[in-house]
């Protein structure tokens, strides 16, 4: 990069403090084409073409609504590098295919995930919401956050819509914190040339979990995700056991590592912004839609995703050619000056507020979107009522360039 004084492929930019990285995107978002930058190099993958970042709100919008164009098959969304032939039993799910293969998938886990389905879910997670905020009043002030509170939540409910004992929720966290721990030595333990076979090992252990349960569940179905989907539904379509695998662990990862960081992003806000703070607590429920969406904006727990271009095409100005890679950076887009007016500011009261922390418009668009709205709201709407004056301390971020995480954070009231 000539005129640029940083590498987004470069490890150390993503530990760089929070300031930075917005000067630096803003950079990224003033210039007239889309910078391209080197990809890293990785021991367990070969060095691809590179890519472009796509920061304006825009492009992302564009490129999402052109997924023969742009696509997730091919090496997958979820990493720049192709992933290696042999991470695609366990990570090969639906995020990372393309239609058709991705429209049967959708479909089939889509149907488990109806509004009955959600619906029940719902009373569930207001009960988890009351229980985790009884035990932090117990414990009391000086605890951690992330641990104590933004995590417990989004691991129980998606481990019990599974079918997942408790016993087993921190074995499944362990995991998923390993697959999603980027170059954070705290999750991966520190050694980056080991991290393809713990990767490998994570995914199985996953995979075997929820195997050994499908198992059962065939024979003795309840009313959990696990038996509709071993289960043949209305047009005979089920899914295979690899299938249901690593659809359990895109579930697990996708559900875990997002709400969290997004509760734990929340309360800092919160922290930062006593005037908001007091505008949400002078209407708790009133306020909640738009204050979840400021959150999740301003977090944009998900920082990328990854798209390939099928063929050259020419899009907002610019060439893209066959065969490069573009990376959609969601955090970026969300700070658009074109499209969020003070886009630094926290402001719950933002409409509209058309961020693409979900994802852009198109088939790969959130499958829990709805599900994470839910667990936010009443994550704080149970904090604010009992303890309104809980604040969130120095967080320490995660070190990834993909997941935008709060790994502790300690909190007082
Ligand atoms: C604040 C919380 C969340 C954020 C920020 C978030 C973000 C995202 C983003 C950006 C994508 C788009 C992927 C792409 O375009 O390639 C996505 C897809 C997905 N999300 Fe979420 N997510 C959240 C919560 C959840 C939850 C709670 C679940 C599970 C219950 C979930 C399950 C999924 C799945 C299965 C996909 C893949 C959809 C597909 O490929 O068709 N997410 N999410």
């Known amino acids: 990069m000539s005129v640029l004084d940083f590498d987004l492929s470069d490890r150390g930019f993503w530990a760089k403090p929070m300031t930075e990285r917005e000067e630096a995107f803003e950079r990224l978002r003033s210039l007239r084409a889309p910078a391209f930058f080197e990809e890293m190099e990785m021991s367990y993958a070969p060095k691809g073409p590179g890519y472009y970042a796509l920061v304006?709100?825009?492009?992302?919008?564009?490129?999402?609504?052109?997924?023969?164009?742009?696509?997730?098959?091919?090496?997958?969304?979820?990493?720049?590098?192709?992933?290696?032939?042999?991470?695609?039993?366990?990570?090969?799910?639906?995020?990372?295919?393309?239609?058709?293969?991705?429209?049967?998938?959708?479909?089939?886990?889509?149907?488990?995930?109806?509004?009955?389905?959600?619906?029940?879910?719902?009373?569930?997670?207001?009960?988890?919401?009351?229980?985790?905020?009884?035990?932090?009043?117990?414990?009391?002030s000086g605890c951690d956050f992330v641990t104590e509170v933004a995590a417990r939540l989004p691991l129980?409910?998606?481990?019990?819509?599974?079918?997942?004992?408790?016993?087993?929720?921190?074995?499944?966290?362990?995991?998923?914190?390993?697959?999603?721990?980027?170059?954070?030595?705290?999750?991966?333990?520190?050694?980056?040339?080991?991290?393809?076979?713990?990767?490998l090992n994570a995914g199985m252990e996953l995979q075997q979990l929820v195997q050994d349960l499908a198992a059962h569940r065939a024979d003795h179905p309840t009313n959990d995700l696990t038996s509709s989907l071993v289960n043949a539904n209305i047009d005979g379509e089920r899914l295979t056991m690899q299938e249901l695998g690593s659809f359990f662990i895109l579930l697990v990862v996708a559900g875990n590592e997002t709400t969290r960081n997004a509760i734990s992003y929340g309360l800092r806000l919160l922290t930062k912004n006593p005037d908001q703070r007091a505008l949400w607590l002078a209407d708790v429920d009133g306020r909640a839609p738009g204050a979840v969406e400021e959150i999740v904006r301003l977090a944009s727990p998900v920082n990328y995703m990854r798209r390939k271009v099928t063929r050259d095409f020419e899009m907002?100005?610019?060439?893209?050619?066959?065969?490069?890679?573009?990376?959609?950076?969601?955090?970026?887009?969300?700070?658009?000056?074109?499209?969020?007016?003070?886009?630094?500011?926290?402001?719950?009261?933002?409409?509209p507020n058309p961020h693409v922390g979900y994802g852009g418009p198109g088939p790969h668009?959130?499958?829990?979107?709805?599900?994470?709205?839910?667990?936010?709201?009443?994550?704080?709407?149970?904090?604010?009522?009992?303890?309104?004056?809980?604040?969130?301390?120095?967080?320490?971020?995660?070190?990834?360039?993909?997941?935008?995480?709060?790994k502790h954070m300690e909190c007082t009231f």
């Open 56 to 140: 304006k709100h825009a492009d992302i919008l564009e490129a999402s609504r052109n997924p023969e164009v742009f696509c997730s098959g091919d090496g997958g969304a979820t990493n720049i590098p192709d992933m290696p032939a042999e991470f695609a039993e366990y990570f090969g799910s639906m995020i990372n295919m393309d239609d058709p293969r991705h429209a049967r998938l959708r479909r089939i886990v889509s149907r488990a995930f109806t509004p009955k389905m959600i619906k029940q879910f719902e009373a569930d997670v207001e009960a988890a919401a009351v229980g985790i905020v009884d035990d932090l009043v117990a414990k009391g």
């Open 156 to 199: 129980k409910i998606i481990c019990d819509m599974m079918g997942i004992p408790e016993r087993d929720y921190q074995f499944v966290f362990d995991r998923s914190n390993l697959i999603l721990g980027g170059f954070d030595p705290e999750y991966t333990g520190g050694d980056l040339e080991q991290l393809a076979e713990k990767l």
């Open 316 to 351: 907002n100005g610019h060439l893209y050619r066959e065969g490069l890679k573009v990376v959609l950076f969601y955090w970026a887009a969300n700070r658009d000056e074109a499209v969020f007016r003070d886009p630094l500011s926290f402001d719950i009261t933002r409409h």
């Open 365 to 406: 668009f959130c499958l829990g979107a709805h599900l994470a709205r839910r667990e936010i709201t009443v994550m704080f709407r149970e904090l604010l009522r009992r303890v309104p004056n809980i604040e969130g301390g120095r967080p320490d971020r995660l070190h990834s360039s993909f997941i935008n995480g709060i």
